[in-house]
Each structure stands twice: as structure tokens, then as C-alpha cells.
């Protein structure tokens, strides 16, 4: 499966963004679509993840509250909505998707072997 990023962009600290990770080749059904995200000079960090059977979503206690992730119902997308953006949220963000991921491992890039190519997030103070 191919994966899109898109939905990046500049906003000031408080506002809100969109991403999507629009699959091609196949559905998400089955699958675990994640966000991963990475500032210059820092490690790729594990923000949420979606079962895409509904079983369970899992978001990263840096973004919980502010996150969200959802999907269309043709099981192709994955949306991260986030709101009250903070400087510190500024990164290029990576979809990722697996169809065997363990839900303890959710969180850890080496269970993805699908990634998109990124979109920017910059949040200005």
C-alpha cells in the first residue's frame, strides 16, 4: 500500500490543523495507520494510532487532549486532527501503516513497514 501525507502547513500556536493519509493500492481495512513526527535534530516520535477495524486508537500523552484521529468510511483515509497547536508541535509529520501490528508495539516505527512521505507542520508563537 501507498501512502499520502497531506493537510501541513503554517498556523499560529492555538490554531488548528488537519492531516490526512490517504491510502492507494488498497484499503486500511485490517490495518494500523499511525502519525510519527520529527523536529530537526530529534528523533521520529510516535504520536497516534488507528486499528482500522475500529478496535482501539492510541495518542501519545504529549498531544492527548489536543489530538484526535478518525477515518472515512471507504477505509482509505486517516485524519490526525489537531487543535491548540503549540510551537513545540512544529515537525514534519509521517503516516505509517501495517496490516500486523501488536497493540503494545503501537507506538515503535519498526512495527510500520508502509510510510508516506511527510507534510510540514510549523507553529508560530
Known amino acids: 500500500v501507498q501512502l499520502q501525507a497531506s493537510g501541513g502547513g503554517l498556523v499560529q500556536a492555538g490554531g488548528s490543523l488537519r492531516l490526512s493519509c490517504v491510502a492507494s493500492?488498497?484499503?486500511?481495512?485490517?490495518?494500523?495507520v499511525a502519525w510519527f513526527r520529527q523536529s530537526p535534530g530529534k528523533e521520529r516520535n510516535f504520536v497516534a494510532a488507528l486499528k482500522f477495524n475500529g478496535d482501539y486508537t492510541d495518542i501519545a500523552e504529549s498531544v492527548k487532549g489536543r489530538f484526535t484521529v478518525s477515518r472515512d468510511n471507504a477505509k482509505t483515509t486517516m485524519y490526525l486532527q489537531m487543535n491548540n497547536l503549540r510551537p513545540e508541535d512544529t515537525a514534519v509529520y509521517y503516516c505509517?501503516?501495517?496490516?500486523?501490528?501488536?497493540?503494545?508495539?503501537?507506538?515503535?516505527?519498526?512495527?510500520?513497514?508502509?510510510w508516506g512521505q511527510g507534510t510540514q507542520v510549523t507553529v508560530s508563537s
Open positions: 493500492g488498497r484499503t486500511f481495512r485490517g490495518y494500523t
Open positions: 505509517a501503516s501495517s496490516p500486523s501490528v501488536i497493540r503494545s508495539n503501537v507506538a515503535a516505527q519498526t512495527a510500520y513497514g508502509y
